[in-house]
């Protein structure tokens, strides 16, 4: 009964919420791999343009809410979330209209065109907290639990709760989805292959009548649907608030780097490399290993290694280790 | 004697808008059916003429013709639309896709079926069809360089250019190349190639040009250039 225990405790408070943050994370490092892969920058924008698309979608979902249209059980705010991903669209591409479009005829280095996002990000974020407000915002509704801890106390006869969220359910099914479209587009469709042909090689994509600003237009709308699946999915799992969302960049940057840049697949496994080392590592074990160690040895002490408020430094360790060891990441992208 | 089906006319420019000038009044022309070669001492403008005759620099003097269209004022995107295929010397493939997906994207301006020239391409290189699906990044020196030729073939072009298409590969992977080469320009389509390895390519060539500093010292059928004592004499080491 003990190792049981200890499994179902392992699962509710590590597994579960690891997996969901990884698929959160997974997306968001898909968006910043996607931009570095096709307009060669790291797009410090891309926490903000997650915050501004979530935005749109909680100002939609509110809207919805108070004409009283629910999804029953699911949050309304997956029927908001296509006019987010639609207001996100309409800013990426206005931005890359006024201002990247002009860096890249200049043909601007990456390191111009990471300020110049520095800058844009400081736009979007105050263009944000302007329209909504800094404040923390809940947009959630519908029912909370798939299953509740005390279901499962009930169901299963044990001492610890397996709770499972209903946004973490949605969380890693909609992520699913949106990285099979994704790698669908990108390996079965023109554009998506003409997209892997131009970060591949830009000469040579050229020479093949590959159209450049297709190209960007296409990873752009790409990008905004991704930032605001992501943005979404995270504000529905926590709660949305704009400087959580700059914050957010900080481990997304660290997944994209982690699987390597430049490469989709390595996105989605940094992912999910940060958020379970996030997660175990400030996690405390006391109750886990109270049930899977012998009584002799039960801790004391909470054993967690560092306080949850230390969580980013976990992902810069992660981040040093890897570029020490394996600068071009996991799945060996391109070299930073 | 009628206009060459490619033609790059006293050609005079260099790199950058105020760049020294490279080629001094060269001349290169290709006809269908034919192999033109360029060959030179290392530093003769050999790429440059190619590169030239291709759009990416912009000529102070001279004309670049296509069939009789003077297309000297187009980019090289807009040439190869024309019609030509072009094979850089360098990064001349997509090194993460896989050799169909290479394929595919030299096909990229085409809006018809390009099944029939997939297939005349696999049977070209018959070793390109067993790859087909794996990524043209892992494949050896001599067959990328057959990824990088097919797809600038997927354009149908009515014009090939190869920029040193045997550099780097051994010398029976040098050979089984220029028998391709020569199978392709056999099917009437015309060849004009830069080539380091001078005595081989000339044995192939149809037609040479020996350019010494931008400018073409000594023009011929292969046979004459390589009979020729001069040309023997000043770099075909005897």
Redesign the interface.
């Known amino acids: 009964m003990d190792a049981l225990n200890a499994i179902v405790a392992l699962a509710n408070f590590v597994l579960v919420p690891a997996i969901a943050y990884g698929s959160q994370l997974a997306l968001g490092a898909l968006g910043v791999t996607l931009i570095y892969g096709i307009l060669r920058f790291s797009n410090f924008a891309h926490g903000d343009t997650m915050a501004f698309g979530t935005m749109v979608t909680v100002l939609a979902t509110w809207g919805l809410q108070a004409m009283g249209v629910s999804l029953g059980p699911l949050p309304t705010a997956l029927l908001a979330l296509p006019v987010g991903i639609l207001g996100c669209m309409a800013l990426v591409l206005v931005t890359d209209r006024a201002v990247y479009r002009f860096y890249r005829a200049q043909k601007a280095k990456p390191v111009i065109l990471v300020i110049v996002s520095i800058g844009v990000m400081f736009i979007m974020n105050g263009l944000v907290r302007f329209i909504i407000g800094p404040g923390d915002q809940r947009f959630a509704d519908g029912e909370r639990f798939i299953v509740s801890a005390r279901t499962f106390k009930d169901m299963t006869g044990l001492e610890e709760g397996l709770a499972i969220k209903t946004t973490q359910g949605i969380t890693v099914i909609t992520a699913v989805i949106v990285v099979a479209l994704l790698f669908w587009f990108l390996n079965r469709t023109?554009s998506g292959?003409?997209m892997?042909?131009y970060s591949?090689?830009e000469?040579?994509?050229?020479?093949?009548?590959?159209n450049p600003d297709r190209v960007v237009m296409i990873t752009w709308l790409i990008v905004a649907a991704l930032a605001t699946v992501a943005g979404v999915l995270y504000g529905l799992d926590k709660s949305f608030k704009p400087f959580t969302y700059f914050q957010l960049l900080l481990p997304i940057f660290a997944s994209a780097i982690v699987g390597g840049l430049g490469n989709p697949i390595g996105a989605i496994a940094g992912g999910f490399v940060i958020a379970f080392s996030e997660v175990t590592i400030t996690y405390a074990w006391k109750k886990v290993l109270g049930y899977a160690l012998p009584e002799s040895l039960e801790p004391e002490g909470l054993v967690q290694l560092l306080s949850t408020d230390y969580k980013f430094a976990v992902s810069f360790v992660i981040l040093l280790i890897v570029l020490l060891f394996r600068p071009t990441g996991l799945f060996r992208g391109k070299a930073v | 004697m009628a206009e060459a089906f490619l033609i790059g006319e006293n050609m005079t420019g260099g790199y950058g808008k105020s760049g020294p000038d490279i080629l001094h009044d060269c001349t290169v022309a290709v006809e269908p059916g034919e192999i033109a070669v360029i060959v030179g001492p290392n530093g003769a403008g050999k790429s440059t003429a190619m590169k030239a005759v291709f759009g990416m620099l912009s000529l102070r003097r001279g004309a670049v013709r296509l069939d009789g269209e003077d297309i000297t004022a187009l980019s090289?995107?807009e040439r190869?639309?024309k019609g030509m295929g072009?094979v850089?010397q360098n990064?001349?493939?997509?090194?993460?896709?896989s050799v169909e997906?290479n394929l595919?994207?030299?096909a990229?301006?085409r809006e018809d079926d390009i099944g029939e020239t997939m297939e005349q391409v696999y049977d070209l290189f018959p070793i390109l069809r067993d790859k087909r699906r794996q990524a043209a990044g892992e494949l050896s020196g001599g067959q990328r360089q057959q990824v990088a030729v097919g797809?600038a073939l997927m354009?149908k072009p009515k014009v090939l250019m190869l920029d040193e298409p045997t550099a780097g590969v051994s010398p029976i992977v040098m050979d089984e190349l220029f028998d391709r080469i020569i199978e392709i320009a056999r099917t009437g389509l015309p060849v004009l190639m830069v080539e380091q390895n001078a005595r081989q390519a000339l044995a192939i060539a149809d037609k040479g040009y020996v350019l010494v500093q931008g400018a073409n010292a000594h023009t011929g059928t292969g046979k004459e250039l390589l009979a020729d004592p001069d040309v023997r004499r000043s770099f075909l080491g005897g």
């Open positions: 023109r292959k003409s892997r042909a591949d090689n000469d040579l994509a050229l020479l093949s009548g590959i | 090289p995107q190869v639309r072009f850089p990064q001349n493939i997509f090194a993460s896709m997906e595919e994207m030299g990229f301006i797809r354009t």
